[in-house]
């Protein structure tokens, strides 16, 4: 039997703990895999990711971390990973560092990957990019970065140790039970039923940047088109969308969070994101598997994949820019949309299935220690 872990924080509503199920899930079709997944913090059905999402041969392990930084958990780690005793240990976000005392302790070998999901400054605070560039330099931990951009930033951060990418993956997206209920809610939304229906799908936070798309869209009040947010925000954050509340023009939804985002992607004609910095958002991958049309800001992973043939890129983080790239969008003629559309689906299929992205990974995981 061969033994994954693959580790994160929390289950929180984000790409990157939606690449981790979705990972586990795959790697768990292969024959002799035991794939574990483990959550620092414990699990909160009302804050986080449904379990029911993780395939039933996917064995779950909340570690009941307290807020903040918390000294148990490095021993609570090492614990429980040298119980399960792993052939592999794949972190994401801030559950690396924490695994630095483990690598120390444990004495067998086993590989040790962890996946850059943003840019490196923004993936980890200073102590903890201190602490990688220890263990990436020593060759302990196998750094992976998800696009472009962000081995761009890693090897800027970390240097040559950083040498391996692999491009992030989603599933496929399909229709729920929900998606006739939701087709009428969208439609009931639109001006008319030519009425152009712009999606994000993104935690309310200054990264994701809404307060742009709602300036944007101010600025088409007078045109076919509406968006629609799919988000929500913690508390911290709070204070973000009561201002988004406050400027919200009358072509914008906010409809919260919602557990059927492929249904909306289906309904969208395209999927928008404003944010001013990215690694490689899972959402958009999901979006292409859709053909909804994405419509982005120059960030991160971003500028890789959305080309002329596949989308349309703002020149920077502006409100000029971005409402350049949705005009251009709008305009576009029955064949381009058409085109782009067919083009999107067909690069997620070349390039960024979760298929692909597994098999890749398991690849990287049989690879020398």
Same mark, same amino acid.
């Given at each position: 039997?061969?033994?994954?872990?693959?580790?994160?924080?929390?289950?929180?509503?984000?790409?990157?703990?939606?690449?981790?199920?979705?990972?586990?899930?795959?790697?768990?079709?292969?024959?002799?895999?035991?794939?574990?997944?483990?959550?620092?913090?414990?699990?909160?059905?009302?804050?986080?990711?449904?379990?029911?999402?993780?395939?039933?041969?996917?064995?779950?392990?909340?570690?009941?971390?307290?807020?903040?930084?918390?000294?148990?958990?490095?021993?609570?780690?090492?614990?429980?990973?040298?119980?399960?005793?792993?052939?592999?240990?794949?972190?994401?976000?801030?559950?690396?560092?924490?695994?630095?005392?483990?690598?120390?302790?444990?004495?067998?070998?086993?590989?040790?990957?962890?996946?850059?999901?943003?840019?490196?400054?923004?993936?980890?605070?200073?102590?903890?990019?201190?602490?990688?560039?220890?263990?990436?330099?020593?060759?302990?931990?196998?750094?992976?970065?998800?696009?472009?951009?962000?081995? *761009?930033?890693?090897?800027?951060?970390?240097?040559?140790?950083?040498?391996?990418?692999?491009?992030?993956?989603?599933?496929?997206?399909?229709?729920?039970? *929900?998606?006739?209920?939701?087709?009428?809610?969208?439609?009931?939304?639109?001006?008319?039923?030519?009425?152009?229906?712009?999606?994000?799908?993104?935690?309310?936070?200054?990264? *994701?940047?809404?307060?742009?798309?709602?300036?944007?869209?101010?600025?088409?009040?007078?045109?076919?088109?509406?968006?629609?947010?799919?988000?929500?925000?913690?508390?911290?954050?709070?204070?973000?969308?009561?201002?988004?509340?406050?400027?919200?023009?009358?072509?914008?939804?906010?409809?919260?969070?919602?557990?059927?985002?492929?249904?909306?992607?289906?309904?969208?004609?395209?999927?928008?994101?404003?944010?001013?910095?990215?690694?490689?958002?899972?959402?958009?991958?999901?979006?292409?598997?859709?053909?909804?049309?994405?419509?982005?800001?120059?960030?991160?992973?971003?500028?890789?994949?959305?080309?002329?043939?596949?989308?349309?890129?703002?020149?920077?983080?502006?409100?000029?820019?971005?409402?350049?790239?949705?005009?251009?969008?709008?305009?576009?003629?029955?064949?381009?949309?058409?085109?782009?559309?067919?083009?999107?689906?067909?690069?997620?299929?070349?390039?960024?299935?979760?298929?692909?992205?597994?098999?890749?990974?398991?690849?990287?995981?049989?690879?020398?220690?």
């Amino acid at each position: 039997m061969y033994k994954i872990v693959q580790m994160v924080p929390a289950l929180g509503w984000g790409g990157a703990q939606v690449f981790c199920i979705q990972l586990c899930n795959e790697l768990a079709k292969y024959p002799d895999y035991d794939v574990t997944l483990i959550s620092m913090y414990t699990h909160d059905p009302q804050k986080h990711l449904p379990l029911s999402m993780l395939d039933k041969k996917v064995k779950f392990i909340s570690l009941g971390k307290k807020p903040g930084i918390d000294p148990k958990m490095f021993l609570k780690i090492y614990k429980t990973l040298k119980s399960l005793r792993p052939d592999v240990v794949h972190t994401h976000l801030h559950s690396g560092y924490y695994c630095f005392y483990s690598y120390f302790r444990l004495k067998y070998p086993f590989k040790k990957v962890h996946t850059l999901h943003n840019l490196a400054k923004q993936d980890a605070p200073p102590h903890g990019r201190k602490m990688f560039k220890y263990f990436f330099r020593r060759h302990i931990i196998e750094c992976v970065t998800i696009s472009d951009e962000v081995h *761009k930033s890693a090897v800027e951060e970390y240097g040559a140790y950083v040498k391996t990418l692999i491009y992030n993956g989603s599933d496929e997206v399909k229709p729920s039970e *929900k998606f006739s209920e939701t087709q009428n809610q969208v439609n009931s939304l639109k001006k008319n039923t030519s009425t152009k229906v712009l999606l994000n799908v993104a935690r309310i936070t200054r990264q *994701k940047n809404q307060k742009l798309l709602l300036e944007v869209m101010q600025e088409l009040t007078n045109e076919n088109v509406i968006a629609v947010i799919l988000g929500d925000y913690v508390a911290d954050d709070k204070s973000i969308y009561d201002e988004l509340i406050a400027i919200k023009p009358a072509n914008v939804f906010m409809l919260g969070k919602v557990t059927n985002v492929s249904d909306y992607l289906f309904c969208a004609d395209a999927f928008i994101l404003s944010s001013i910095f990215e690694g490689m958002p899972i959402s958009l991958l999901e979006a292409l598997s859709a053909g909804a049309i994405p419509i982005s800001t120059p960030v991160g992973g971003v500028i890789n994949l959305v080309t002329k043939d596949i989308g349309f890129l703002s020149e920077d983080v502006s409100k000029e820019s971005l409402l350049k790239a949705v005009r251009s969008f709008l305009a576009a003629d029955v064949a381009t949309i058409r085109q782009l559309k067919n083009n999107d689906k067909t690069l997620y299929n070349k390039d960024f299935s979760m298929q692909t992205c597994a098999a890749k990974y398991n690849a990287l995981y049989h690879s020398s220690l």
